[in-house]
């Protein structure tokens, strides 16, 4: 195969601050070719269409898909404005990448496995985290292990940045929109997730800052279909100090291991450490696009079918924490027994 005819469709933070520059590297290498941009506002999908010269540009991704012969999609839009994309791709047979979370509603997503498995397309979701060299570290460091706690802290700025990351029924909270990268890189480590529990701070009613009417504390607590355990904390109380914390620890055996992007640490000793964040954009580009080369869907390391357990993970935290911290079995959601919806935790 040739380049890798590919399309983008939302234009809008994440494709243009960490999807577009590595994989422009990839259409310089001859690898890929940016042969459709789609954005439903069209002065976003012209200006990065100049930018990075893709060949045409669209504001109706149905009528890219019409008028194109695509052999990769990228899907970077918000996670509540999933329609048949995926069915689309799935029907035609061009390869997906999606961003997470692949939407707030478990019943689209099991669609969307549906699609995709019975159409055998590569189909990634962009947990990007899977990719940091630290990542692979740490699971060659379990190999021959038994992993038995492990525990995510995520302390980040309660600031409002923009809506629809600030909107409990636009986003599902922090923990959907953002943990759900550290949740998806607990399962990379310990495998799938069984059930969950959660209690959450809420945010009193006004209480801003405005527009946020999200959760100030997320704490969730998970059962691995293996038998360990997790807890993960998100906090967004901190709102005027630039001050920021992101941990992952797996307790295995007699080691206790320290996760974090740039290095990792056994017992207290750094035993991997990397000058430089690694860019796991670009590892997970260059990954995505050789499985397209291969056809090969089981190459990409977060496959849509297996990251469901992530998203359910995590919409998970917000049934029980609605439900006063109530055990959900996650296989509850993927039947459709368990269902969240953001009217619930309003
Ligand atoms: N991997 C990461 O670390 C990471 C970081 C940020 C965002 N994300 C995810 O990426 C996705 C997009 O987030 P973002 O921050 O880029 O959002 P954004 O709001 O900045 O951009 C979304 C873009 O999609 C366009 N759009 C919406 N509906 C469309 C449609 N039907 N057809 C074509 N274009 C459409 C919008 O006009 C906008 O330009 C979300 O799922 C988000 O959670 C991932």
């Not at 399309?7 to 960490?18: D, E, P, R, S, W």
């Not at 946020?212 to 904390?233: E, L, S, W």
């Not at 917000?318 to 439900?323: E, M």
Request: proline share 4%; with cysteine.
């Amino acid at each position: 195969m040739s380049g890798l005819r590919l399309g983008f469709i939302g234009l809008g933070h994440i494709t243009q601050n960490a999807h577009l520059a590595p994989l422009s590297e990839l259409v310089e290498s001859g690898d890929v070719v940016f042969q459709a941009f789609c954005d439903v506002h069209e002065e976003t999908a012209s200006e990065q269409a100049k930018k990075w010269g893709a060949k045409s540009v669209y504001t109706d991704y149905r009528a890219m898909f019409d008028a194109e012969e695509l052999d990769a999609v990228y899907l970077c839009i918000p996670p509540t404005l999933h329609t048949d994309v995926e069915l689309i791709a799935a029907e035609k047979g061009i390869a997906l990448f999606v961003e997470k979370p692949q939407t707030l509603d478990v019943q689209q997503a099991v669609e969307y496995r549906d699609a995709i498995e019975a159409a055998g397309i590569v189909a990634q979701v962009g947990f990007m985290s899977r990719y940091y060299p630290a990542s692979e570290k740490v699971c060659e460091l379990l190999e021959g292990l038994t992993p038995r706690h492990a525990q995510v802290q995520l302390f980040y700025s309660g600031k409002h940045v923009r809506l629809w990351t600030s909107r409990m029924e636009l986003c599902g909270g922090s923990f959907v929109e953002n943990t759900i990268h550290m949740v998806d890189l607990l399962r990379f480590f310990l495998g799938d997730i069984s059930a969950v529990s959660a209690f959450y701070f809420d945010r009193k009613s006004g209480e801003g800052p405005e527009p946020i009417n999200m959760p100030h504390v997320y704490n969730v607590n998970y059962q691995f279909a293996r038998g360990a355990v997790a807890n993960a904390t998100t906090s967004r109380v901190l709102t005027n100090v630039p001050y920021q914390r992101r941990t992952l620890t797996v307790v295995a055996d007699d080691t206790l291991i320290d996760w974090s992007t740039q290095d990792v640490s056994v017992n207290g000793e750094i035993v991997a450490q990397w000058d430089d964040r690694p860019n796991a954009f670009a590892l997970q580009a260059r990954a995505f696009v050789d499985a397209v080369k291969k056809s090969d869907p089981k190459s990409v390391r977060s496959p849509y079918s297996e990251a469901l357990n992530s998203l359910t993970a995590v919409l998970g935290a917000n049934v029980s924490a609605a439900q006063g911290g109530e055990r959900v079995v996650l296989d509850d959601m993927i039947q459709g027994k368990v269902v969240w919806t953001p009217k619930e935790v309003a």
